[in-house]
Each structure stands twice: as C-alpha cells, then as structure tokens.
C-alpha cells in the first residue's frame, strides 16, 4: 500500500494552527527546538536518543500568511502490509513495525507517523482498510522499513457523531496510542509557552537492554516490615535548596542523589505520587479561577503506559526517561528500598463535556473506555469530569496490561490505586461486589508479588474502608486510623476505645477470612489535606492561593492549632505543637499494620494551611533542604529514631492479630467517656515488653507502671514531653519507678531489659 502524505506539522491540523497564529517551528541548526532544552543530557545513552525533529508549538512563534508555506511538493513513500491485531501498540515484527489500536465503534482508522531526518516531508497519514486492516475490533497494520526509533505516531479517528449514543469521534486530533510506551512532546515540566503543545506516541526498538546488574534483587520486604515513605519526585528535589545541579533538579536521578537522606530518615519503601505521562497544564489552557497553577501532583493521567517524561534530566525526552525511571529504581533497589506507584485508573486528563481535552481515549472509543450513561453524557464519580469504565473487558485488559508492564519493564515493587472504589463499579456505575477487575489484580501471576493498596473510596460516596473487595490481598488506605487518631492526639473525649482499636491494628476492620494487620496502610497524614506542622497549627483550610475562594480542600480536617491559628512566636505553643507532631509520629509507628508518612513531615514541612495544594509548583510542595539541615538534630532525629526503633522490634509488626497474650490494657473503665489517657503493655518474651502511655488531657497524670518481667527493669526510651536528645534515647534510660508522672499532651514508652 502506499502511503498519502501531508505537510502539516506533526500531527496539529492546519486549520488549528491557523486558528491560533502559529506553526511549528524547526531549529535551523538542526537541534532540539522544544522550549527550554539546553542539549545536555546526562549519560551518552540520553544524548543518542535526542531526536532532531522534535517541535515547539510556542505561542510566539512564526505567524501564518499563507498556507502554501507550509506545503511541500512532495513526501515519503512507505509499504505497509496488513499486519497483525495482537499484541495492542507498536511491536517490531520480522517484518516491520506493527500498529494494533482497538476501536469498537470507529468507522476510519489513519495512522500518522512523522520520521526522523524527513520532518521537511510533513507527516505521512496511512488510512487503514476496515477490510484487510481489521480484525474484530482491532486496527492494525505492519509498516515497513521504518526506523526502530524516534518515530512519532498517532491516529486519527472518526466515526458516528452523536454525543447522546455516547460517541466524541473527531478526526481533526490526532491521538496518542493507548498502548504507547513513551510519549514525546514537551520535554520541560512547567514551561508555560509550550502548553498547547501537542503530545504523541513514539518507540524504541534501538537501545539495548537495561543493565540491571548481576547482583541485582528486589527487596521483596514482607508486607508487615514495611515503613512507607509518600513523596512526589519533582517536589522532592526541585528546590534550589536540594544543593543539585539545575538540570537533576526535580528529576528521577534527582531522587538517587538523595537516597542516603532515605536511607538515615529509616524507611524502606517510597510510594510514588504519579509518575504516569500526566498533563501539568490542564487548568492553563482557558480563562478559569485556578488558571494560575501546575498539576504538580500529577493526577491528570494523559498514559498508561509511559513515565513521565518531564521527570527526565534536563529535558532529555522519553527514551532518557524511562531509562533514567529504571536507573532510580534500581538505586533504590540496592539501597533496600521498595518502589510503590500512586496509579490513576480511575479517570484521565481529559476532562468533561463542557471543557473536554481531547488526547487519546475520548477520540478512539468514549463509549468504551468512560462510563456514560444512557443519554451519553458522561458520568463522574472522580470528581474531574470523566471516569474510566474499568470493568469492561477491553479497559480491565488495558489496566493489567499496565500494571504487568510496570511490573516486567520498570521492575516497581507495588501499587496504590487512586479512588479505587471507582474500580469496583460497573459499566454502568453501579457499585459491583466482586468487581472483575480488583480480582483480576489480585489473582494475576505476573503481579503475585506486588503489593496492592486500595484508597477505598471516591467521589461519588462509595465508601469501603474494611470492606473493600479483596481475596485476601488487597490493603487498604485505613482513613478510620487516620479520622481516629486525630481526633484522641488532639484531645476530643470519647476517643480512647477507638485509638486502642486502631494502634492494635484495626481488627474490626481487617480481621476477616485470611486478612492479617497489614492489609491495613495506616496514616495520619498523606499528599491530600493538612501536613503534620499544619495540623497541629491550624484550625482552619488556607485555600485562597488556590483561586477558588476557599471553596475547594475540606472543611473536616480534624485539626488542632494549639492555641493561635497559624505561626507564633509564642515559645508554649511552640513546643506544644512539637509535642503533638511527636506524639502523631509515636503512635503511628507502634501501630500494628503499615504506617505511612508524608515527605516533609520529618522537618515539619508546612503549606501555610493549604489543605490541597496540588496546583503549586513552589516552595508550598518543594522539600526544603535548608529546613530539615535546621532540624536535623531535633524534629529529624526524633523521627528517625522512632522508626528505627520499629524496625528493630517486631512486637510492632506482628504477622496475625493481637490479643490478650500479645497485649495488657492498663484499663479498668473503657467507658469513661471523658478519659484521654491510655496506657498499655506489648509483650515480647525474648526482646522485652513495651509499655505506652499517651496523655491527651491538658495536665498531668501520674500513672502506676506495671511491674517489669523477672530479671528485667524498664528502661525509658520516649518522653515527648522531653527536648532533643532526650525525647528518645534508642538504648534506653535507667531509673524508672513505681509510678510516672506523664505530662499534657505527651506520650512515653518504656523497654524492659535485663
């Protein structure tokens, strides 16, 4: 077959670009034109891959006067074959290069691919034959000769137009691949003059094999010995404060260079904020009140598939990305450090009907992969407009499919789904008690070792905390420990029988068929709401730099300002704020289950009362090297040594559910609803027992301490009421009596040693 060929610039049509005065512009000297791309890359194997062809779409380039100057006399000739429907996206056959691209409901299906070193060609459109290019729903086609790299691709699709059958065919987009592994475009996180830049498919079949090493082994830590470590790889090194080079800044080698501040803070695994190929400008493309910010957090999923090429070093592109996602993995793989993703197949980047993006899934099959309902209209249960319609068939298979990949390609440890209860709906949206989908997950062999966390609701009320399907696999984000914990901390009344319940491990939850205390994710701070600094320092939501007019984070924060709304100088409430972000950490890593903290949280990192800052690419979100160097030797130390402590005495993270063998309540009156003050003994007969007390009354409480066990003595390790060093002393202090006299708002624990 031979191909017809245009000369609009990759893949934009020439209407929309007449519509916005610009065209696409190439670098006369041959070099990378997209904004901000200095042309250093780190490692030669980035630079190889740096495509010349690569175009900026910026606002203030070239005007059109007339189309013909974009119109060349002539183009490329390519020889196709059918090709073959399996596997879906691009695959290098014997003979050339498969495309594979399900539509149900398409009635045209083009290929578009742009070339390298042919970019004055234009882009050549290759309209497939629903006789020979199709088989059931799957368009495919096998195109020869074409390089084995730095191909840019997508398709054009039409097909019917009515909206009420749930159809948004348009022909004038071309669309990125589903199953595309890497996706090229804007190379530069948060360069404002390339938002409208359009982003698309490409390959690579030319570099060789990652090196994982011979050495080389996932951690594979058991679930209950996990410490989880939240973090977003921009925010973490983006600030200049981070001491990096420019280029690394934000970036996935950024997060290599500090792994020793991992490795001394104590945990053992990070959960990734999305890391997807995500749309970071997709509040700035209209006039609208949050027109100002960047999606930092990155829950604006544009692929599966791909990692998130403005991670990469210095603008490098996508095929320095995913080799540079590998290259962080494997560091912290050898640091003993697992690699957990936040995913987001709960909705994609491209929005509703009233504003609708249109990239990928919308313009192959809408009906398909969204939920609509029966007039069409889409229905909305993530709160951003769309919501992928997970349990059918084809989109289920996508899902696994990329979870497989992640899991074979990028070698991850695990996943934490977003509004996972999204994925227990059906096509229809109906709530579904064996969704397919999460058993699917749960009973894949290539995923067997992955560890799969649910956040058990989203935004149309379904609610699953404890109840959330699961085969004995799934965790859980515990949003009860959370609610729970602080509301006792603070000092709410009434709270005690339920803080006992969950630091024991939340078994009125959890204990059900084979379920075991760390299907439990325990947390009292994560990316949403209020940091640990501001829940101990605000009363209220601080929203307003958000544009909304304070109208959007949630008004129920269960928060504790300690006496002034926001910062003091008053040196009491000061070092009561302090106190209780101690006292949070404290029980939170002698909980039974898997407790998980917020990065930042180590140094008291604080949003100034922003209890949803993902539209901030600045300081709000950055991790401030500079503040935790201030509090290293206090707030710093204080947190890693308490999960060090965990760490290093299993009476923490017991495999089965405790009861009166593994516990001692020092409680007489549970029903004394106006008691704050718990205390309680966990016996290990070989390590020694740990007595806890938290206080969360306003004066003190002198409490009898139980005796120790023959031929030991208790030995103090935690007083949150104590400055640094003493608030925790690992080996312990001698000269416990009879009786301790346990401060406000504080809490101790004590070893028995010999």
């Known amino acids: 077959m031979i191909l017809n060929t245009t000369?609009?610039?990759?893949?934009?049509?020439?209407?929309?670009?007449?519509?916005?005065?610009?065209?696409?512009?190439?670098?006369?000297s041959g070099k990378s034109s997209v904004s901000g791309f200095s042309g250093k890359v780190i490692g030669s194997e980035c630079m190889k891959h740096k495509p010349a062809y690569v175009h900026s779409q910026r606002a203030e380039e070239i005007v059109i006067e007339d189309e013909v100057a974009v119109m060349s006399e002539a183009g490329p000739s390519l020889k196709s074959i059918p090709g073959l429907p399996n596997p879906l996206g691009v695959s290098e056959t014997e003979n050339?290069?498969?495309?594979?691209?399900?539509?149900?409901?398409?009635?045209?299906?083009?290929?578009?691919?742009?070339?390298?070193?042919?970019?004055?060609?234009?882009?050549?459109?290759?309209?497939?034959?629903?006789?020979?290019?199709?088989?059931?729903?799957?368009?495919?086609?096998?195109?020869?000769d074409l390089p084995r790299s730095n191909v840019i691709y997508g398709y054009r699709i039409d097909g019917p137009q009515g909206s009420h059958q749930g159809h948004r065919f348009d022909n004038s987009v071309v669309l990125i691949d589903p199953y595309a592994k890497l996706v090229e475009g804007r190379r530069i996180f948060g360069d404002s003059?390339?938002?409208?830049?359009?982003?698309?498919g490409t390959y690579d079949f030319s570099s060789s094999p990652f090196d994982w090493g011979e050495n080389y082994a996932q951690p594979n830590i058991p679930e209950k010995d996990l410490v989880v470590y939240e973090m977003n790889v921009r925010a973490f090194t983006a600030d200049k404060s981070s001491g990096l080079e420019e280029d690394i800044r934000g970036s996935y080698l950024g997060i290599i260079d500090k792994i020793p501040h991992l490795l001394e803070l104590g945990i053992n695994a990070v959960e990734l904020l999305p890391v997807f190929e995500f749309d970071e400008f997709e509040f700035q493309r209209r006039p609208n009140p949050r027109d100002h910010m960047i999606n930092t957090w990155g829950y604006s999923t544009i692929n599966f598939f791909a990692p998130m090429t403005r991670y990469a070093s210095a603008g490098g592109g996508p095929i320095c990305a995913s080799q540079e996602f590998k290259e962080m993995v494997k560091a912290l793989h050898l640091a003993g450090i697992e690699v957990i993703l936040d995913v987001v197949y709960n909705h994609t980047n491209e929005a509703d009907d009233k504003n609708p993006y249109t990239t990928s899934f919308r313009g192959i099959d809408n009906k398909t992969y969204y939920m609509v309902d029966g007039n069409g209209q889409l229905l909305n249960f993530s709160g951003c407009g769309n919501t992928l319609n997970c349990n059918h068939p084809v989109v289920m298979e996508l899902i696994l499919d990329s979870l497989r990949h992640w899991v074979t390609e990028y070698h991850v440890d695990g996943f934490r789904f977003d509004l996972a209860s999204v994925l227990c709906r059906g096509t229809d949206g109906s709530p579904l008690d064996a969704p397919p989908l999460i058993k699917a997950i749960a009973k894949d062999s290539i995923l067997s070792r992955s560890k799969i966390i649910a956040e058990p609701w989203d935004c149309g009320g379904l609610y699953l905390v404890g109840k959330f399907p699961n085969w004995d696999r799934w965790?859980?984000?515990?949003?009860?420990?959370?609610?729970?914990?602080?509301?006792?901390?603070?000092?709410?009344?009434?709270?005690?029988?339920?803080?006992?319940?969950?630091?024991?491990?939340?078994?009125?939850?959890?204990?059900?068929?084979?379920?075991?205390?760390?299907?439990?994710?325990?947390?009292?701070?994560?990316?949403?709401?209020?940091?640990?600094?501001d829940l101990v320092s605000y009363n209220y939501k601080h929203n307003d730099a958000n544009g909304e007019g304070g109208n959007d984070g949630s008004n129920d924060n269960l928060s504790w300002n300690c006496g002034h709304e926001g910062e003091t100088s008053n040196v009491n409430i000061k070092a009561l704020r302090f106190r209780q972000m101690k006292n949070f950490h404290l029980a939170l890593m002698v909980s039974q289950g898997v407790p998980m903290m917020l990065m930042g949280d180590e140094?008291?990192?604080?949003?100034?009362?922003?209890?949803?800052?993902?539209?901030?690419?600045?300081a709000l979100n950055h991790f401030q090297w500079g503040q935790l160097d201030a509090r290293k030797n206090d707030c710093f130390r204080f947190f890693a040594e308490v999960i060090k402590f965990r760490l290093k005495h299993r009476v923490f993270r017991q495999e089965n559910f405790i009861g009166e063998k593994e516990i001692t309540w020092h409680e007489d009156n549970w029903d004394n609803y106006e008691s704050k003050f718990i205390a309680f003994t966990l016996h290990d007969g070989d390590e020694g027992d740990v007595y806890l007390a938290f206080n969360a009354h306003d004066y003190f409480i002198k409490v009898s301490i139980p005796s120790p066990p023959q031929q030991r003595r208790w030995f103090r390790v935690v007083d949150t009421n104590l400055e640094s060093p003493n608030d925790i002393v690992p080996e312990g202090v001698v000269g416990i009596g009879d009786t301790y006299n346990v401060a406000p708002y504080s809490s101790i624990l004590l070893q028995a040693k010999p």
């Open 7 to 28: 000369t609009n610039s990759p893949f934009t049509p020439l209407s929309a670009f007449r519509a916005n005065r610009v065209i696409l512009s190439r670098n006369a």
């Open 96 to 144: 050339g290069i498969n495309f594979a691209l399900f539509s149900q409901h398409a009635t045209s299906v083009t290929l578009c691919l742009s070339l390298p070193e042919r970019e004055n060609d234009g882009m050549v459109e290759l309209k497939l034959d629903p006789q020979s290019n199709k088989t059931g729903d799957i368009w495919h086609i096998c195109v020869q």
């Open 193 to 200: 003059t390339e938002r409208f830049s359009k982003l698309h």
């Open 475 to 533: 965790a859980e984000w515990n949003g009860i420990y959370r609610d729970d914990l602080r509301r006792f901390i603070k000092g709410d009344t009434g709270m005690k029988g339920g803080f006992a319940t969950r630091v024991a491990g939340s078994a009125d939850l959890y204990n059900v068929n084979k379920r075991k205390p760390y299907h439990g994710v325990n947390f009292v701070i994560a990316h949403d709401g209020f940091t640990l600094y």
């Open 603 to 618: 140094y008291g990192h604080t949003r100034n009362g922003n209890n949803n800052s993902y539209g901030h690419d600045t």
